[in-house]
């Protein structure tokens, strides 16, 4: 004769677990059943009350979604369970045919309360084996966390959300990956980087848990040896990592690109480039002022990402031109500047804006230099009417950029106009590209209401263009 | 298990610093081998050309050696090559 039991999970605020009450005392009757409460041992009544589980301690355990649940030991061990009221199922489970008769067939259950929004993660935390690796920094009852992240040098001079094992457990949430898998080395100090020093950071940048893939993808991209973040964090010049998004994932993430796009007031826009800027200045040592040599650095240093306006099925996107599938998600890293306006009221043909946007980004690095540096122009909507107008898509507005981009090199070369900066004399017949090939990256972002764009100039270090490179890298989980 | 609600993770590498004293200038340079690094920005070579020409004329052993490129640190293998074969190294171009 084997060892039968039965144990069921309720609650009181669940009419469907008022509804069974009648039944689990027929089962109580006949077969002996354990209660539980989430949140009043008093209930069930009938049955003179439950276990206390308040603390969803067994609830936990028992790996509860729904309630009511029942299920069926045998010998200590579960053969079977079923969640709600269904009276077929509840037949099955205590082998009782006529249990619940009178009451309606079929009655849905409700949320267990393990299942409460960041409830799991901190269960996981108090009754699992989620435990972190990185140094406990345990704070005085008068302490104040914002203020100890400033005096340990944690911050980029704005006040970080403190790492809390909590915080960290539901950033974790966000990803399908291990905390202790390492992401890989990071620049300057090639400190190992693991999945949970990246959510501690986005904890501290202000992400949400969703956002974590992206702030993973980002640094897996910038990574990449071609993108030399090392040289882009030490560079003198202005730049840093700018992050431009493209894909469902940004629908998905509530990001911005349309008004005031570059600007500030959208949440995942600020947090993502901000949490990888965390992680290089804590995981990586990369301190302005120390290794980072920028003369005058730019506010993108912050934080600079960006979605693409994909809204156009005309327009082609920035990655799928990079060679990415259509209706993939992923970061593209440009090593970038500030953002430069243009203003262009008059053109109404789309020879003319391109001959017209071209003339601004001539300016970027120098107006004299070429090949020198890359670029980003970001093409506002009123812009891209004039394009799109005429039936101009990603491949004529590239097109006309790059005629329009062309110069002779005479008009370049050092001390020719009265300036000495400019192109070497030995270039002065030939015809010269202000980008290489790929250097210049055409996007559509901004709001209504302007004719103008944007430009956002590249690191002088990209005019070594093999050693210096823009990458993407798709979005995994 | 509990966890603590008034503590927080360390963000950053957990890397120890030690305290190392910089190795004292080398003052005495006669028979000393002198390297000199590029870093490969332009004209880096031309001003240690320079520098070779000087140092050279004053009768010491000089040494080149250059960065693959100076957006990127040092490979190990120069700067192990530099270890061995010198006694002081000058560094140079930067802007």
Request: proline share 6%.
């Amino acid at each position: 004769m084997f060892v039968m039991e039965f144990l069921a999970v309720v609650k009181r605020d669940c009419e469907t677990c008022k509804l069974v009450e009648p039944v689990l005392a027929e089962l109580r009757d006949t077969h002996g059943v354990t209660l539980y409460s989430q949140d009043d041992p008093a209930f069930p009544e009938l049955l003179g009350g439950a276990e206390d589980d308040r603390a969803l301690k067994q609830s936990w355990r028992l790996r509860i979604e729904t309630v009511p649940t029942l299920v069926r030991l045998e010998e200590g061990a579960e053969v079977s369970r079923t969640e709600g009221w269904d009276r077929t199922e509840w037949a099955r489970v205590t082998g009782m045919s006529n249990i619940g008769v009178g009451l309606p067939p079929f009655q849905p259950g409700c949320g267990s309360r393990t299942q409460d929004p960041g409830m799991p993660e901190k269960l996981a935390l108090q009754y699992g084996n989620l435990t972190f690796d990185s140094r406990e920094i345990e704070l005085g009852e008068d302490d104040d966390p914002a203020e100890i992240a400033f005096d340990r040098g944690w911050t980029d001079g704005m006040p970080v959300v403190p790492p809390t094992d909590l915080r960290i457990a539901r950033m974790l949430s966000g990803t399908a990956r291990a905390p202790d898998e390492i992401i890989g080395l990071i620049p300057p100090n090639l400190a190992e980087c693991t999945v949970e020093k990246v959510a501690i950071n986005a904890v501290m940048a202000g992400c949400r848990p969703e956002y974590l893939p992206v702030v993973l993808a980002v640094t897996e991209a910038a990574l990449k040896p071609e993108f030399s973040m090392h040289g882009l964090l030490a560079t003198l010049w202005f730049s840093g990592p700018v992050i431009i998004v493209n894909g469902p994932v940004s629908k998905r993430l509530g990001m911005n690109w349309g008004g005031n796009v570059f600007g500030q007031g959208n949440r995942a826009n600020a947090t993502i480039g901000r949490a990888f800027q965390l992680l290089i200045r804590n995981v990586g040592g990369g301190r302005p002022r120390e290794i980072d040599r920028s003369v005058f650095g730019n506010p993108g240093k912050y934080s600079f990402c960006f979605p693409e306006d994909e809204t156009d099925p005309d327009w082609m996107s920035l990655n799928v031109a990079r060679g990415s599938a259509p209706g993939s998600s992923t970061v593209t890293l440009f090593h970038g500047d500030g953002v430069q306006g243009i203003a262009d009221q008059k053109s109404r043909d789309p020879e003319s804006l391109a001959r017209s946007l071209a003339m601004g980004l001539c300016g970027v690095t120098h107006p004299k230099l070429a090949e020198y540096s890359n670029a980003i122009l970001a093409i506002s909507p009123d812009h891209y009417d004039i394009f799109k107008a005429e039936g101009w898509g990603r491949a004529e507005v590239e097109s006309a950029l790059r005629e329009a981009l062309r110069r002779p090199g005479r008009d370049l070369v050092e001390g020719e106009q009265g300036v000495g900066a400019g192109i070497d004399p030995s270039r002065a017949e030939e015809m010269v590209d202000k980008f290489r090939e790929g250097g210049l990256l055409v996007v559509r972002a901004g709001g209504r209401g302007g004719l103008f764009s944007a430009i956002i100039g590249g690191w002088t270090g990209q005019r070594r263009h093999t050693e210096v490179q823009i990458v993407s890298q798709e979005i995994g989980i | 298990m509990s966890y603590s609600i008034n503590a927080m993770r360390d963000p950053t590498a957990e890397t120890e610093s030690v305290e190392r004293d910089r190795i004292p200038p080398k003052m005495e340079l006669s028979n000393a081998t002198i390297g000199l690094l590029s870093i490969s920005k332009e004209r880096s070579a031309e001003f240690l050309d320079s520098v070779e020409k000087l140092l050279t004329a004053q009768g010491h052993n000089v040494l080149r050696f250059e960065k693959p490129t100076h957006t990127k640190p040092a490979p190990e293998g120069i700067l192990q090559d530099i270890v061995e074969r010198c006694d002081v190294v000058v560094e140079g171009l930067a802007d």
